[in-house]
């Protein structure tokens, strides 16, 4: 128990995806703008980070490795086929079919959960931060388990760091900044500063 | 709009990353040092400059509602084959480079040149528009990366410039890779007089 709670510390705190991996940049920057929104962006995330990463933990483990094939058919033909090649074509494909079934299932149980989530469900198939959590699955061979808690440390690691920057944001507007830095170069010279804090942590052992 | 503009725009005045903000992630993530960087503009620039080019040869036949799923299957190809070949032929760089050649499928240029260029032009002019963005995208990254290695690691493409006792954590690190980017937009949005409302 103890490991799987440093581990959810790690991806959110000291490994964080977007301050210490710079994955999902895109929407961080476009959606940053607004609180409420960034709020809405952060839950879509972590629920779909919580379900692709484990999802594709599955195929990995039963469709694509050596052997895992043969594993659980015992199909002699099967033997020694590694399809481990199509890992990035089959993770993506996972990843949009899944926001897409997650995005029909949502908006037919939970029209209220669904207009909160809005347009960021389909966006979210193009955020690097899915895609990234699923392939440092991949790198680090994790367990079920870990692969679940690290797909949902690593979507609320995403999901401070878009609201606090959204807050920031919300702040600077009254501020009087040059006129080539505002926008995006003002949000960049501020994620380099909130990165700096997050590296405090860098020195936890846990 | 003829095709020296279409290749021109995207160098400096319309540039990918600090005017379209497109495909920050990556633009962050391998400017460690110059050698990273340069393997990369190839590899977008391969990925790019092909992805465009089918996918303006097709844009007729694919129906629009699946046309975002078409894209991705010939992106994730496109990078697979980039993927599958440094890993055969240059081993160490690949492992260096570790995820980020995998997540040019969702590096936001190649889709968002697709969507808007690609799938409305014919073949010669997308291919243009493919190479002027990753010709662009590159330079932002070279320009990074040799301000990281030469402050980070005091080196110049492996040649030490400042003494070899010098190590300065900071820029190969998140924070110094955001700050020396924003300080580039900072510059690129003032010579080309572009502000933001």
Redo the contacts between chains.
């Keep these: 128990m103890e490991y799987y709670l440093s581990l959810i510390a790690k991806s959110i705190f000291i490994e964080n995806i977007l301050?210490?991996?710079?994955?999902?940049?895109?929407s961080f920057?476009?959606i940053s703008k607004n609180i409420d929104t960034s709020i809405g962006l952060g839950k879509a995330v972590v629920f779909v980070n919580t379900l692709t990463v484990p999802l594709n933990w599955f195929i990995l483990k039963y469709l694509l490795e050596k052997n895992a094939l043969y594993n659980w058919t015992k199909i002699e033909a099967l033997q020694g086929v590694d399809l481990s090649?199509?890992g990035?074509?089959t993770f993506?494909?996972t990843i949009?079919a899944s926001v897409q079934l997650v995005e029909m299932v949502i908006d037919r149980y939970s029209p209220s959960l669904y207009n909160s989530l809005g347009v960021f469900l389909p966006l979210i198939?193009?955020?690097?931060a899915i895609?990234?959590s699923t392939?440092?699955m991949r790198?680090r061979s994790y367990n079920l388990v870990e692969a679940t808690v690290f797909g949902f440390g690593s979507g609320l690691g995403f999901a401070l760091a878009i609201v606090s920057m959204a807050a920031i944001r919300y702040k600077l507007r009254y501020s009087n900044i040059?006129?080539?830095?505002?926008?995006?170069?003002?949000?960049?010279?501020l994620?380099?500063?909130i990165?700096?804090a997050y590296?405090a942590f860098s020195g936890v052992q846990l | 709009m003829n095709n020296k503009k279409i290749f021109q725009d995207p160098l400096i005045s319309d540039n990918p990353i600090?005017r379209q903000?497109?495909?920050?992630?990556?633009a962050?993530?391998v400017t460690v040092k110059l050698e990273q960087a340069i393997v990369m503009t190839f590899a977008l620039t391969f990925v790019l400059c092909l992805s465009n080019v089918i996918v303006s040869m097709i844009r007729n036949f694919i129906p629009n509602n699946i046309r975002?799923?078409v894209y991705?299957?010939i992106i994730?190809?496109l990078?697979?084959i980039v993927?599958?070949f440094l890993k055969a032929y240059a081993y160490d760089l690949s492992k260096e480079l570790?995820?980020f050649i995998?997540?040019i499928?969702?590096?936001?240029i190649v889709?968002g040149r697709a969507e808007a260029f690609a799938s409305k032009n014919a073949l010669y002019p997308s291919f243009l528009d493919g190479l002027g963005n990753s010709l662009g995208y590159g330079a932002i990254l070279l320009i990074v990366a040799f301000f990281r290695e030469l402050f980070g690691f005091g080196t110049i493409l492996d040649f030490q410039i400042i003494s070899s006792t010098y190590n300065n954590g900071?820029m190969t690190?998140?924070?110094?890779?955001?700050?020396i980017?924003?300080?580039i937009?900072?510059?690129?949005?003032?010579l080309t007089k572009?502000?933001?409302?």
């Design positions: 301050l210490a991996y710079f994955l999902g940049m895109c920057l476009a090649y199509l990035l074509l993506i494909a949009a198939t193009v955020n690097c895609l990234g392939i440092f790198e040059p006129d080539g830095l505002k926008g995006l170069g003002i949000t960049m010279v994620t380099g500063l990165s700096l590296l | 600090t903000v497109l495909g920050i992630c990556s962050l993530a975002i799923i991705m299957t994730s190809s990078v697979a993927d599958l570790s995820v995998a997540l499928i969702t590096n936001c889709m900071l690190m998140a924070p110094g890779a955001f700050v980017l924003g300080l937009i900072w510059l690129q949005r003032t572009y502000v933001e409302e």
